[in-house]
């Protein structure tokens, strides 16, 4: 074979691989553009980037907002969501570390955690402004109450499955007593301090923390010591 004939063989060669990546490359193309549109069809995932929200009702006032806000000084700022009433005020503000609720009803703010079932397990609260804690059985009756006297003292008390009470703890004036109640037509027992009156004189005095009184079930002083 000659020169030329060699040089016709190798361009003819040529072509043909030329051809062949033409078909290859229109075919690349081609998927290219396939799913290129195939994405355009598609709707992309959309995310909305802001530093704060807010909510506002038809006549334009702010009812809600997320926001982010920074605790003590120096610190990291946090997500806080805020509810808002009509007035304006803060009705409940949560983040990762707090919830509060405003007292804006007649007895206060109220969180009621329920169990699977949908009872109400724990009650925490204001009711005039004084702060309570309630612990509900499976049945839901109150069987712990932790909160305040009407004089501002601190009162535990303990109830049956009746709800009644049996055990009662207080801190009154600054004196320590306990409180044991049986059922009715029962007498009672307190364990501590306590304003005590004297059935023959009618002397007041104030036990100390050592002593023991015996109530009947009517009420009337059975025995104390010391």
């Known amino acids: 074979m000659d020169d030329l004939s ?36 598609r709707p ?23 926001v982010l806000e920074a605790g003590a000084p120096g610190s990291q700022p946090s997500p806080v969501l805020r509810f808002v009433d009509a007035k304006g005020g803060d009705t409940l503000s949560m983040s990762s570390t707090r ?6 009803s007649d007895l206060g703010p109220d969180i009621l955690l329920d169990d699977d079932k949908g009872t109400a397990r724990v009650d925490l609260g204001l009711e005039h402004s004084e702060p309570f804690v309630i612990l509900n059985d499976d049945k839901g009756v109150v069987r712990e109450d932790l909160g305040f006297s009407e004089h501002g003292d601190p009162i535990f008390v303990m109830n049956d499955d ?9 801190v009154a004036g600054g004196h ?15 364990l501590g301090s306590m ?3 004297t059935t023959s004189t009618g002397a007041q005095r104030l036990t100390s923390a050592a002593s023991l009184v015996l109530f009947s079930a009517d009420g009337d002083l059975l025995w104390s010591a010391p």
């Open 99 to 104: 919830l509060e609720l405003a007292g804006k």
């Open 6 to 41: 060699v040089v016709i063989a190798r361009l003819e060669k040529i072509e043909k691989e030329n051809r062949r990546m033409k078909r290859a490359g229109l075919l690349c193309l081609l998927a290219a553009g396939c799913v290129l549109v195939m994405g355009q069809a």
């Open 162 to 170: 009746k709800r009644a009470p049996r055990v009662g703890l207080e």
């Open 176 to 190: 320590p007593s306990v409180r044991v109640m049986d059922g009715a037509g029962f007498p009672s027992a307190v």
């Open 195 to 197: 304003s005590l009156v």
């Open 44 to 66: 992309a995932a959309r995310a909305v980037e802001a530093q704060s929200f807010v909510l506002q009702d038809a006549s334009g006032a702010k009812r809600a907002e997320l």
